[in-house]
Each structure stands twice: as structure tokens, then as C-alpha cells.
T-cell receptor, first 116, second 116 residues
Framework: AQSVTQPDIHITVSEGASLELRCNYS??????LFWYVQSPGQGLQLLLK??????LVQGIKGFEAEFKRSQSSFNLRKPSVHWSDAAEYFC??????????????FGQGTRLTINP | GAVVSQHPSRVICKSGTSVKIECRSL??????MFWYRQFPKQSLMLMAT?????????EQGVEKDKFLINHASLTLSTLTVTSAHPEDSSFYIC????????????FGPGTRLTVL
């Protein structure tokens, strides 16, 4: 069964500092990988996704993530965080339509706090 | 990007009553919609997959008679929590997929249900 692990429940960084949020997945085939951001009391916004091709994907708001098959990881990075980046971040894995596993499985989430 | 709305955004009800939550895709037709449940400080858990014109597919452990899902049109899916109890209090989020070949899901803003 597919699963996602986000090892860090809560991370605090200073504004302007770099950020890396970790995500490890377990999936039997080539995964479709996603990062979402959730502000308090709101739904999810897609930051970026990986389906195939270049393993370094660029997303919105200056985020990027790198797919490393050998490590089963899809870590999210940002070179310089802004106070507005404070939110909950979720990594998710899903299968392809062809594989019939269209459902998304989410990690536990990482809460990001930004110090001024 | 595509827009998905949910109504109501918040609802408080008495134990034993039923509550209906609507999920609408505003600018696209959604053949498939998903319903998730999120407990405080936890991840999203998929409850069911709703396909237009057919019965919903429920995840293991989700009571289909408790959580009634109707997907009567390509732009509307409803989740009815029947005979709600305090343990049903949660954040319910829907998502919609544009068409069969698209993997990307667009999430609604969520509905906060509180059962007294």
C-alpha cells in the first residue's frame, strides 16, 4: 500500500532563511507526487507536482522539489522564506489513471512557523 | 486555476440531526470528486470517491450509510452526515478532478462541522 511520511511535524525558520521540508514515500510503481499548502481553516493549494521527466520541479511561490527515486524522497525547498509562507504543508502520493490508483494519500503534514 | 467551492463553510448542529455539505466545481465539469476528512492537526484522510451518475466508492472503515454521497451532476457533489454525533465533528474537504485523463485535483476551501 502506498504511504507518505513527513518526518518533521513542526519546523521553525527565520524569515529570509532557506527551507527544506522532507517527504518520503512508499509506492509500488512510479509515483505521482504532490506538495500542497494549507493556510489555517482553509483548503489545499497545489504548490507543485511530479509526474515524469525532470526530477527537479518548479512550483508556485518560489518553491521547488526534487524527486529522488533511490531515496524514495520528494523534498520541498525554498531558498528564502517569507512570513507569508507560514502554513501547513502536505506531501501526497498518487497513482496514475492507468494504474487505477487515482487516490491521493497524504503525509501527516509539516507545520511551518516563520520567525521575524 | 480551476475553482471548487463548498457550502457551508461552517456549520454547527445538534447531535442526531443531519447535515448536508455541497461541493461545486465552478468553471469546469468534474467527473470525479473526492471527499476528505481532516481532524485537528492531522492529515487528510480520503473518505470516498464520487463519480457522476454512479454510486460512490467508500474507503475502508467509512460507513456509507452514515456519510451519504450524491454526485448528481458534473458540477455538484453532496455529502450528508446523517444522525451526526460529536465524534463526527471535523473539517470536511472536497476535491474535484477535471476529466478522466487529468491527475490534478482542485480542492475546495473546506467545511468545519461542529456537532454539539
Amino acid at each position: 500500500a502506498q504511504s507518505v511520511t513527513q518526518p518533521d511535524i513542526h519546523i521553525t525558520v527565520s524569515e529570509g532563511a532557506s527551507l527544506e521540508l522532507r517527504c518520503n514515500y512508499s509506492y509500488g510503481a512510479t509515483p505521482y507526487l504532490f506538495w500542497y499548502v494549507q493556510s489555517p481553516g482553509q483548503g489545499l493549494q497545489l504548490l507543485l507536482k511530479y509526474f515524469s521527466g525532470d526530477t527537479l520541479v518548479q512550483g508556485i511561490k518560489g518553491f521547488e522539489a526534487e524527486f529522488k527515486r533511490s531515496q524514495s524522497s520528494f523534498n520541498l525547498r525554498k531558498p528564502s522564506v517569507h512570513w507569508s509562507d507560514a502554513a501547513e504543508y502536505f506531501c501526497a502520493v498518487g497513482g496514475s489513471i492507468i494504474q487505477g490508483a487515482q487516490k491521493l494519500v497524504f503525509g501527516q503534514g509539516t507545520r511551518l512557523t516563520i520567525n521575524p | 486555476g480551476a475553482v471548487v467551492s463548498q457550502h457551508p463553510s461552517r456549520v454547527i448542529c445538534k447531535s442526531g440531526t443531519s447535515v448536508k455539505i455541497e461541493c461545486r466545481s465552478l468553471d469546469f465539469q468534474a467527473t470525479t470528486m473526492f471527499w476528505y476528512r481532516q481532524f485537528p492537526k492531522q492529515s487528510l484522510m480520503l473518505m470516498a470517491t464520487s463519480n457522476e451518475g454512479s454510486k460512490a466508492t467508500y474507503e475502508q472503515g467509512v460507513e456509507k450509510d452514515k456519510f451519504l454521497i450524491n454526485h448528481a451532476s458534473l458540477t455538484l457533489s453532496t455529502l450528508t452526515v446523517t444522525s451526526a454525533h460529536p465524534e463526527d465533528s471535523s473539517f470536511y474537504i472536497c476535491s474535484a478532478r477535471e476529466w478522466e485523463g487529468r491527475q490534478r485535483q482542485f480542492f475546495g476551501p473546506g467545511t468545519r462541522l461542529t456537532v454539539l
